[in-house]
């Protein structure tokens, strides 16, 4: 999977870099075009009758005015895809043998970015306020790939909890919100806690959360894999903790510590 959207944001790159490197000229040339039709109506004040009913039919003045909103619509939209791109190819950063030093807070930011079309309002429900509160971290050896999917693997599940607790229909006017926050804790370990304010979790089915393959999801839309692998993403191959706190009806909260520099641990 990691490859394909590597492979995937590989080819994004290259049609977009045509469109983005394209709007600076064209831009240009059209402020050039611009200036040469205001000089001819300065010069030549009373056109023949032939062109001013192809001005009116045109409508010169507001094409012109179009124009200029069209190239920075296509200029914003380009940026967005060339962001979307990097964010995927960060995000499917393949696993060497060793960890390697990285940025979680980017790892995190890519993450967002790629759940962006969830996060967003629909008929059912309004946008997810994403607050974060994230401290300064050092780059943290890690393997970047697998911690991105811990990552992708907590967010998808917060937008899952707020989903359904809008669905059930519990509680009006929900303000629906997700909180990172990330710090340094004593131990000199990397923290990062990953909050909604969905329904919460019964302690029964807590205690089972990172059992495989157990999910308390209908058919179809999980597979009870998410938590358990990112649990053994964060204490198997990072030596670290990963804990759930979440108080009934009060939301559930993720938290996953790890070593800022942690020693090899072996694949097998």
Wanted: glycine share 8%.
């Amino acid at each position: 999977m990691g490859e394909l959207i590597a492979g995937i944001a590989h080819e994004m790159n290259n049609p977009i870099s045509f469109i983005t490197n394209n709007i600076p000229p064209l831009k240009e040339y059209i402020a050039a075009i611009t200036e040469l039709l205001l000089l001819y109506e300065q010069e030549y004040p009373h056109p023949t009758a032939k062109i001013t009913t192809f001005i009116e039919a045109l409508d010169l003045n507001f094409v012109l005015e179009d124009l200029g909103k069209i190239v920075s619509s296509l200029k914003l939209g380009s940026e967005r895809i060339q962001h979307l791109s990097n964010s995927l190819r960060c995000f499917s950063r393949s696993d060497s043998d060793a960890k390697i030093p990285a940025d979680l807070h980017l790892g995190l930011d890519s993450t967002l970015l790629i759940l962006q079309h969830r996060l967003k309002g629909n008929g059912d429900r309004p946008s997810i306020e994403v607050i974060k509160n994230y401290g300064t971290l050092p780059q943290v050896n890690c393997y970047v790939g697998e911690m991105n999917q811990v990552f992708m693997n907590l967010l998808a599940n917060a937008i899952d909890a707020i989903d359904e607790i809008i669905n059930q229909g519990k509680i009006k006017n929900h303000i629906p919100q997700i909180k990172i926050t990330t710090e340094i804790n004593t131990q000199n370990w990397a923290v990062i806690r990953i909050a909604d304010n969905g329904i919460g979790v019964p302690e029964r089915i807590k205690q089972r959360l990172f059992e495989p393959l157990f999910t308390t999801k209908s058919v179809g839309k999980g597979t009870g894999l998410g938590l358990s692998i990112s649990h053994q993403i964060i204490v198997e191959k990072h030596n670290g903790i990963m804990e759930v706190n979440s108080p009934l009806g009060m939301g559930t909260e993720f938290t996953i510590a790890i070593p800022i520099v942690s020693p090899m641990v072996s694949n097998e």
